[in-house]
């Protein structure tokens, strides 16, 4: 990793931290960074709705959560996130708020509580935390005056580091935990030897259509295609697609039994700089995967993914070469999952020694 975003030094006045520069390890250790000082909470994360991102590191790091999950229309949900945040906030004052980003109104909010209330604002950016939607130039001059005011903005790539880096902010590289997946003594779904499950949420960086396209000449060779996320939001005619297993939102087992069961497993977007969650997912279950040819994905995901451009083509032919290397792709999703969680331990710890420094000793 560039030594540009590599800075370990704690966010606190140097006044504030201890002598020793050894960042904490032991089990004992993380659970102490969460814990009161006086009248006041070492460290707080909020994230207005609930990311698997959000529990995966605020887990790893030992930092209680704050998931303020309202219902209703736009408005009404952002008044009363606002208030449950402003309570959370004034019922014991953190020193350190990790925001999950979006929301960029939670990330707003927190700009002007840190003037009352003197904490250190960190921003854990998502892809939509650093990018807007394509055209959507004024919330990106949003998200760029909101990252160049945080104290430290979490990102996921370089890239993304590089760009949050020239706003005059300060940049932290930290991908992803891997996450556990359950398994289930007897799996709820069967879904054939030839499957391929996409995971998708039809955003409008996912090119969905192409891969539906590619299995109207693959389902002749046998194969189906199972397709997860909400279709509604699809910008196109479903209905042009019979072949495509449309399962819509299903219970988290049944998801994670198709990641299990299905023969291999495709992540698609169109954005350079996004590192797909259900990349993470199918290797950690040890399955053959197919993402875009990204930079940030070629880079991260290396030689235990295949690569494909976003069209039916290339995705009809990767999807073939997948299911041909899918014994020599375990393996590698095996090797790569070692390799990263060595990597992530020094991410976390290099993240936790930048949130406060070494474990105080009160």
Aim: proline residues 6%; glycine residues 6%.
């Amino acid at each position: 990793m560039s030594l540009l975003f590599e800075r370990s030094q704690s966010i606190f006045p140097s006044e504030r931290r201890p002598e020793s520069p050894t960042a904490p390890s032991t089990t004992r250790e993380v659970r102490e960074i969460a814990t009161s000082h006086g009248d006041r909470q070492t460290i707080l994360w909020i994230d207005w709705g609930r990311h698997l991102r959000t529990e995966t590191l605020s887990r790893r790091l030992g930092v209680p959560v704050e998931q303020i999950c309202e219902d209703g229309g736009r408005l009404g949900r952002y008044v009363r996130s606002a208030y449950r945040t402003v309570a959370t906030v004034r019922r014991k004052p953190p020193e350190v708020v990790i925001a999950t980003n979006p929301s960029i109104v939670l990330g707003f909010l927190l700009l002007v509580l840190r003037r009352w209330y003197g904490f250190k604002l960190v921003s854990d950016a998502h892809y939509y935390g650093v990018r807007a939607v394509k055209y959507a130039w004024f919330l990106q001059r949003l998200i760029d005056f909101h990252n160049s005011q945080a104290d430290v903005v979490i990102v996921t790539n370089e890239n993304h580091a590089r760009f949050v880096s020239s706003l005059g902010s300060r940049a932290y590289v930290c991908p992803d935990p891997l996450p556990s997946i359950p398994t289930a003594s007897r799996p709820t779904v069967q879904p054939g030897d030839r499957s391929v499950f996409l995971i998708c949420s039809f955003s409008p960086d996912e090119p969905y259509e192409a891969a539906f396209e590619a299995f109207s000449s693959l389902q002749k060779d046998g194969f189906t295609l199972y397709v997860s996320g909400n279709y509604r939001k699809a910008k196109t005619d479903l209905s042009r697609f019979p072949w495509v297993r449309l399962l819509g939102f299903v219970p988290a087992q049944e998801y994670y039994d198709y990641l299990r069961s299905a023969s291999v497993v495709m992540d698609l977007t169109t954005s350079d700089d996004c590192l797909v969650c259900g990349g993470y997912e199918a290797l950690v279950a040890e399955k053959p995967l197919i993402v875009s040819d990204t930079a940030a994905l070629a880079e991260y995901f290396g030689d235990a993914a295949v690569l494909t451009e976003n069209t039916a083509t290339a995705s009809r032919e990767r999807g073939l070469a997948a299911f041909a290397q899918r014994e020599e792709l375990v393996q590698r999703a095996r090797r790569w999952v070692t390799r990263n969680r060595a990597y992530m331990d020094e991410r976390i710890a290099g993240l936790r020694t930048l949130l406060l420094g070494p474990v105080r000793n009160d």
